[in-house]
């Protein structure tokens, strides 16, 4: 009978606690800007572009999960 209460009394308090999901820390830093070289004035303008849209949308992945895990 004291078995059967202890393991009744440890399934109770198990059923309280919750458990969240904490992203590793390197998840949650900004990006870094890319520095590239290019030849040309159009290679310099199509590659600023694609980082700043690439960039831009992992900076909102990482707010999110600065979101979340707060």
Not at 31 to 51: G, I, S, T, W
Request: hydrophobic letters at 35%; a positive charge.
């Amino acid at each position: 009978m004291r078995f059967l209460s202890l393991i009744l009394a440890l399934l109770l308090t198990g059923c309280g606690t919750t458990i969240k999901w904490e992203p590793p820390k390197e998840w949650l830093q900004d990006c870094p800007h890319p520095a590239r070289q290019v030849r040309l004035n159009k290679d310099l303008a199509l590659l600023v572009e694609d980082y700043k849209e690439a960039l831009d949308q992992c900076n909102i992945d990482k707010q999110s999960l600065r979101k979340y895990s707060q």
